[in-house]
């Protein structure tokens, strides 16, 4: 059987928390590099999943050159994402990046400039797409059961989870705070949903109140305000070429009881669908209106549905098989720069209180 040779560059949490143990039980993996600026968590990421002769760097660099490798994922701060995914397609690698894309839309369209010049494939950490829930309704969708989706919104609201650890809140390393952090998860799946990725204008808000507070009450321990760079809150209302609208609300910190985190909610002109409380349809049929929640699980055994595949694994196996059928990849370089694009406009719009348009 045909292996695929696997460096992780950057082995901090997400990497052990989704890309390490997901390629581990794909079987045509093999983790044959680990690289950190911290040496000794690429050895202990090394010492956990890696081949008995895995390589470990502290310089990417010096990874790149070894030409047995195949395959890098990219799992370092939003900075470096186009540095390295770059210079690892120049190298004759594939690349996956974890999301966002890229702290910029320039840095973005560089990234899609060289999988395009090298013929590299690249794509982009959305594992959300992978979940059970968005697999059906992706279906739903693409079967045309919505009609024309002409109003959606994107949900990432927590009440009180600021990450307080690595550079989640240090807005050099990360270009932003909630919104580039989980509004991108929210807003990839609500475009993907509708197939559309040609937005015209943006118009967005940013707010830094919560935290600036000592010692709040936070799932992860209060955060240091001197820290707290980035903003708490942010929202998008995004106006698409064909005039669908798109509400996108992300806040990491927010007085509401309506918590929803990398969710969509889509009005069409033949039925509707949302994710808040399980996934729901909505329709007419015989005159009547109709609600219909979906059942995600198999049944038939409470303990068993055959299937313990995370969407984590489904993630990494599909990426895999799309490198060894030479096919496309889930996620799409050009789709996820449309992300990072429309992200940057609410940015750009909430500090000059104008609304910005695309060519």
């Not at 992706?138 to 045309?144: L, S």
């Not at 989640?168 to 998860?185: A, C, M, S, V």
Request: with cysteine; net charge negative; glycine share 8%.
């Amino acid at each position: 059987m045909e292996k695929v040779h696997v460096a992780i560059i950057g082995c901090g949490g997400i990497a052990n928390g989704k890309h390490l143990p997901s390629l581990k039980k794909v079987e045509q993996v093999e983790l044959v590099a680990f690289c950190d600026t911290d040496v000794q968590k690429a050895q202990a990421a090394k010492d956990a999943y890696g081949t008995a002769d895995a390589m470990v760097y502290q310089d990417y660099q010096e990874l790149l050159k070894d030409a047995s490798i195949d395959v890098v994922h990219v799992c370092t701060p939003n900075i470096s994402h186009a540095e390295i995914s770059i210079a690892a397609m120049k190298e004759d690698k594939h690349v996956m990046c974890e999301k966002p894309m890229a702290k910029s839309s320039e840095e973005a369209k560089q990234m899609v400039a060289a999988a395009e010049e090298t013929g590299k494939k690249l794509t982009i950490g959305y594992q959300n797409r992978f979940r059970q829930d968005s697999q059906y309704l992706r279906k739903v969708c693409q079967r045309g059961d919505l009609g024309d989706v002409y109003f959606a919104k994107a949900h990432a609201i927590r009440r009180r989870a600021v990450p307080t650890w690595g550079v989640f809140l240090d807005e050099e390393k990360q270009g932003g705070g909630p919104l580039i952090d989980i509004g991108t998860h929210a807003l990839d799946l609500t475009l993907w949903m509708m197939d559309n990725y040609k937005p015209k204008s943006v118009m967005g808000s940013t707010f830094h109140k919560l935290g600036e507070r000592k010692n709040a009450a936070n799932a992860w321990g209060p955060w240091d305000p001197e820290k707290f760079t980035v903003e708490d809150s942010a929202f998008g209302f995004i106006t698409m070429e064909n005039g669908a609208t798109i509400v996108l609300e992300s806040s990491w910190a927010l007085n509401s009881l309506e918590v929803d985190e990398a969710k969509c909610s889509l009005s069409g002109t033949v039925g509707g669908a949302d994710m808040k409380d399980g996934l729901r349809i909505n329709g007419e049929e015989f005159g009547k209106l109709y609600t219909t929640n979906v059942e995600l699980e198999n049944g038939g055994v409470a303990f068993y549905d055959g299937n313990d595949e995370t969407d984590a694994d489904l993630e990494a196996r599909l990426w895999i098989e799309s490198l060894l059928n030479n096919t496309e990849a889930t996620v799409k370089p050009k789709e996820a720069l449309v992300v990072t694009q429309i992200l940057e406009a609410i940015y750009e719009s909430a500090r000059t209180g104008k609304a910005v348009y695309f060519d």
